[in-house]
């Protein structure tokens, strides 16, 4: 403890300006004080600042890149701004402390809890800066710019879940794809202008998280050509291994740029992943160090202490249970990153980060709940399935044992006596015979092996001998040169392993080759049973050939996994040189040294010579194709850097574009409301309230507009246009009853259109369409049938069809309502259900038969067309469409459909317009001949005639057709082929742009209303309209 007088600063203070300020206060240095310095202002990046270079200011600068410094390229934005306010930064309120333990920030945390209202952090943190985390926001949004797409990166996820996941259950899918959905429902805007600080912890590291699950999925994928992932590579020569590095490097780049301020429970996680990565990647020493960080992670956000577990979010049920599974799960990843750490120290011999003298609380063995707000935390029952929390739990009391070998270690190798040896012995027995049925190997409880939830049992039966196994192997390892007793029981337990290594092995696929138990169990075993017998040869003589054969298949297995697995290819040359040391101890295979060595005769020195010569000769070529290949490579190398270097700049442009192209799509959206209001009439007490009522009705049509908008309803404008016939619809409304003075519908007319801006009672359907801010299109158009095929040349695609709904007013007629498209009624707030009708006429209704009607669906009278007698009938209802044509004097509208055609009597019916199916219209008109095409159907098989070879030259198939192409048909048998073929069904339709296409684009078996062909292959809407069909017609459901 430092005394009263000790000036010496602490060791938690590294600035320089803090050492002096502590100098100053305690006195020294103030008979003279150092002459201030200038605080100039900032212009450079922290690296150039740093080394006195010029700097370009871009982000990062040009001299970092070309010093491969991109990511600690800063620009301190906030250092010339002098009107900054005194205080603390927020960054330095911890000062190091810790946030877990009892330091002084527990004492300013009580202070804070004293008096909320003035925050201690909040009073030291002063104005905050926007600009201080700009180049973090930066470097994240570039790092998350290197995930995948997300097809991709979910199909990576589901291979991680499947194929390793199981063996620890690190990470737990449910809350992984919960997260997974809220990362991907991010706005843009968040990450763009507020960056990572906007997120919670745990969402902001979870592309940290993401990017080690991918990477450890892409070792599992097989070193070939892969047709789903190729696309991801960037390099020609690139592996899934090396792209595996990229993406785990990625994430770990995420971690550092976080900090270690606010650490959460998923970046602990992710560090766990990138450890289990790293150890199938090969990379063991860079394991242990990313354990250790791991563990470091979970100690800063109290994984290890009860007391720093996460307090509910609020008093209900749901936050309750949600906060009783988070505690779960911490505890979880406590005990899984105690039973690496303590693994680990034993099998590379390393020290231990973590206290395992301390009792921690175990989590409770629980299945995976479904929806943790609505299921509580409860103990599984003896007679339940065993679930992953299971495994973890048995791999953690088996690990445990591992603590109290670890502290037999301070006796020795010599110990006073061995009976705490013994001791640990019979205990590693007894947990052995406790292993749960359904782990064990022999004679397992199969019964939960079929069940979905427990697909993971058969995979993890095999490893669980291989813990059993080497538990006893490092008992009695440190004491095989002073007990035989341990030198015999270290033997066994290495034959069991081996046996057991074995047995796993023949039960795996290479997706498992990587799997590091399989490396470090056979070694640690060969290694350990060729010492015993090499160092002490005379003992254990009757295991010999036993050893001998398992080193024999441990050699064949590291060959079968050398492709796979790193450390497996890196180890076979260790074995082999064990091997003949051992082989020369047991003395198998040696000759007698007393027997006489023959000498070479002349023939084996000649062919020796010639084996020479050629050798050299050989390799002389060797050395020509090594500098070739070099040279080639150099140059390959060089232009694909090139290349990537084009792709990388190419790849920031799109970028830009595409973020450019998404802020347009969506910086103005709207929804139109396009109504005829002739057939679909506003609320009398709307009506009859003139500008007033106008107004009034157009707030509510706004409002009820954006309540079927739901969450969008802030960010959309609604644009009503309204067409109607004013002078016909006010006689109508007039003749109904329900308006007393024509002029009452103007003035209701203005309010509408003065109730808001965007808002007029006036072809703008096609216009919209094709405007990406236009979200959806409403039309009141719901009384007249006339619409349809209008719509129905609009709607080509399902985006088009989405995009419009139909606003009922009158019921909505069949043609519409058959169309498919959605259906908005606002009868109870806006619109009358009810047609309009005159009142004089419904005392006349009974000689409807016999008169002509005056008034049709509350229009006015249609003066008659010339040549057309007064008594013309209409089919059915008039709209705007029709009624247009007699308004007096007519409003400036803009006519969104062509009026309807009215049907002359039918004693002087005009012959009606030739259907036309579509763009393409009808196709030419083909005169067969019955003989010929009686001829032609005849031909079965292969010996049917092509018809793209004589319909449009010669097949592009050539002999690989199956048709026949030598036969020379006549002019009307090639009209009959012509006939056959547009019996088919052109794919493209209507659409279709080929000029001498030979398919049908209508059905050409229609004559007078009467489809003839039983089984014809087009559509109903590909038929004139009122076709009749056949009872086989296939398509008879949909007509």
């Known amino acids: ?98 946030a877990t333990g009892a330091s002084t920030l527990g004492f300013l945390r009580k202070l804070d809890g004293t008096n909320p209202e003035e925050s201690l952090s909040r009073m030291a943190m002063g104005r905050q800066i926007n600009g201080e985390y700009f180049g973090t926001r930066e470097r994240y949004k570039s790092l998350i710019r290197q995930l995948p797409a997300r097809s991709y990166t979910e199909k990576l996820v589901d291979i ?14 449910w809350v992984f794809e919960r997260q997974m959905a809220e990362w991907y429902n991010l706005p843009f805007h968040v990450l763009n202008t507020e960056g990572p600080q906007a997120l919670p912890p745990d969402l902001r590291a979870f592309p940290a998280l993401v990017f080690q699950v991918i990477a450890t999925a892409l070792l599992n994928l097989q070193p070939g050509p892969d047709l789903t992932f190729d696309s991801l590579k960037y390099a020609g020569s690139m592996t899934f291994e090396d792209l595996a590095l990229d993406y785990s490097e990625s994430g770990v780049a995420i971690i550092s740029l976080l900090g270690k301020r606010q650490v959460s429970h998923t970046a602990v996680i992710a560090s766990f992943v990138r450890a289990a990565f790293l150890k199938y990647s090969g990379l063991v020493t860079e394991s242990w160090h990313a354990i250790g960080s791991a563990v470091r992670d979970g100690q800063e956000c109290g994984l290890h202490r009860d007391s720093l577990d996460p307090k509910p979010k609020s008093d209900r049920l749901e936050d309750i249970l949600e906060n009783q599974w988070e505690i779960q799960r911490r505890r979880k990843t406590w ?13 590379l011999g390393r020290p231990a980060s973590i206290d395992t003298s301390v009792t921690y609380t175990l989590p409770i063995d629980t299945p995976d709940p479904k929806d943790p707000s609505k299921t509580p935390v409860a103990q599984r029952s003896e007679t339940d399935p065993p679930s992953r929390m299971t495994r973890v739990l048995w791999i953690y009391k088996n690990t445990m044992v591992l603590k109290e070998i670890i502290e037999l270690e301070r006796d020795g190798p010599c110990p006073k006596d061995f009976s705490k040896v013994d001791r640990i012995h019979q205990k590693l027995l007894e947990f052995e015979a406790e292993t749960p049925a359904f782990f064990r190997t022999e004679n397992p409880d199969t019964r939960y092996d079929d069940l979905p939830e427990c697909s993971w049992i058969p ?73 015993i017998f090499i160092l002490f040869p005379r003992e254990n003589i009757e295991y010999i050939h036993t050893a001998l054969q398992h080193f024999q298949w441990a050699v064949e297995r590291f060959e079968t996994m050398a ?66 290949a070099n040279l080639d490579l150099a140059d390959a190398t060089k232009s694909r850097r090139e290349l990537q270097q084009r792709v990388k700049e190419l ?179 806006l619109f009358r259900a009810e047609k309009l009708v005159d009142k004089a006429l419904r005392d006349t209704a009974a000689q409807a038969t016999t008169s002509p009607v005056s008034v049709v669906a509350g229009m006015s009278p249609l003066p008659p ?40 009597p039918a004693a002087r019916r005009e012959k009606p317009a030739p259907w036309n199916p579509g763009p393409r219209g009808l196709d030419p008109p083909l005169v067969v001949n019955q003989t010929s095409l009686e001829n032609i159907k005849k031909r079965k098989d292969s010996n049917k005639l092509c018809n793209n070879h004589y319909l449009r030259g010669p097949c592009a198939k050539g002999d690989a057709c199956c048709f026949e192409h030598k036969y020379r048909p006549n002019e009307n048998e090639k009209t009959a082929i012509a006939f056959l073929a547009r019996l088919n069904p052109c794919t493209n339709g209507q659409d279709c742009e080929v000029e001498d296409c030979i398919y049908g684009h209508h059905c050409p078996s229609t004559h007078d209303g009467q489809c003839t062909h039983p089984y014809c292959k087009f559509k109903p809407w590909e038929h004139p309209p009122n076709t009749k069909f056949k009872p086989t017609y296939q398509w008879l459901d949909e007509e």
């Open 160 to 173: 991680y879940f499947k194929d390793f996941n199981w063996q620890y259950n690190g990470v737990d899918q």
């Open 563 to 628: 492709e796979r697995n790193r450390l497996a290819a890196a180890a076979r040359g260790v074995l082999n040189a064990i091997y003949v040391r051992l082989k020369k101890s047991l003395g198998v295979g040696c000759m007698n040294a007393r027997d006489p060595v023959p000498l070479p005769g002349p023939d084996l020195l000649i062919y020796c010579e010639h084996v020479e010569s050629s050798l050299r000769q050989e390799n002389q070529h060797l050395r020509g194709q090594i500098n070739d």
């Open 865 to 904: 067309p010339p040549g057309t007698p007064v008594n013309s009938n209409t089919n059915g209802p008039p709209s705007y469409a029709t009624a247009i044509k007699s308004a007096s004097p007519p409003p400036q509208v803009t006519l969104p459909f062509q009026p309807k055609a009215v049907k002359a």
């Open 1 to 98: 403890m430092a005394s009263a007088g000790d000036t010496s600063p602490p060791s938690s203070v590294s600035s320089r300006g803090n050492e002096q300020q502590l100098k100053e206060d305690s006195g020294e240095g103030s008979a003279r004080r150092p002459p201030r310095k200038r605080r100039r202002i900032i212009i450079s990046c922290t690296e150039c600042h740093r080394r006195k270079q010029k700097c370009d200011r871009n982000l990062p600068c040009t001299n970092c890149v070309s010093r491969h410094k991109q990511d600690s390229c800063r620009l301190n934005l906030a250092a010339g701004d002098g009107s900054a306010e005194p205080g603390i930064p927020a960054e330095m309120t911890n000062f190091g402390y810790s």
């Open 459 to 531: 995979m993890i039966r095999g490893t669980c001998p291989l813990y059993l196994s080497f538990n006893m192997m490092a008992l009695h390892r440190p004491y095989v040169f002073t007990r035989p007793y341990s030198r015999r029981e270290a033997l066994k337990a290495s034959f069991n392993m081996l046996e057991a290594q074995r047995e796993h092995f023949a039960s795996i696929g290479p997706k498992q080759y990587k799997t590091f138990s399989l490396f470090f169990g056979t070694f640690d075993a060969i290694v350990l049973m060729a010492s």
């Open 651 to 829: 790849e920031h442009q799109v970028g830009f574009v595409s973020m450019d192209n998404e802020h347009l799509k969506n910086y103005n959206p709207y929804v139109v409301v396009l109504i005829d209001a002739d057939g679909c009439h506003f609320k009398q007490e709307f009506v009859n309230r003139g500008i007033d009522g106008g107004k009034q009705a157009a707030y509510a049509l706004r409002r009820a507009i954006l309540t079927e908008c739901h969450s969008h309803a802030g960010e959309v404008e609604v644009i009503a246009k309204v067409v109607a016939n004013l002078g016909g619809l006010a006689r109508a409304m007039r003749k109904d009853g329900c308006l007393a003075n024509e002029s009452t519908l103007k003035d209701f007319t203005l309010g509408f259109s003065q109730g808001m801006a965007s808002f007029d009672f006036v072809d703008a359907i096609r216009w919209n369409l094709r405007n990406h801010n236009c979200k959806q299109i409403v039309l009141g158009v719901s009384h007249d049938a006339g619409y349809a095929p209008f719509l129905d040349e609009i709607l080509r695609d399902e985006a088009s069809r989405r995009r419009i709904t139909i606003l009922e007013g009158t019921p909505a007629v069949r043609d519409l309502a058959h169309s498919g498209l959605n259906v908005l009624n606002l009868n109870a707030e």
């Open 335 to 347: 005990i899984l990153l105690m039973s690496w750490d303590v693994h680990t120290a034993i099998v």
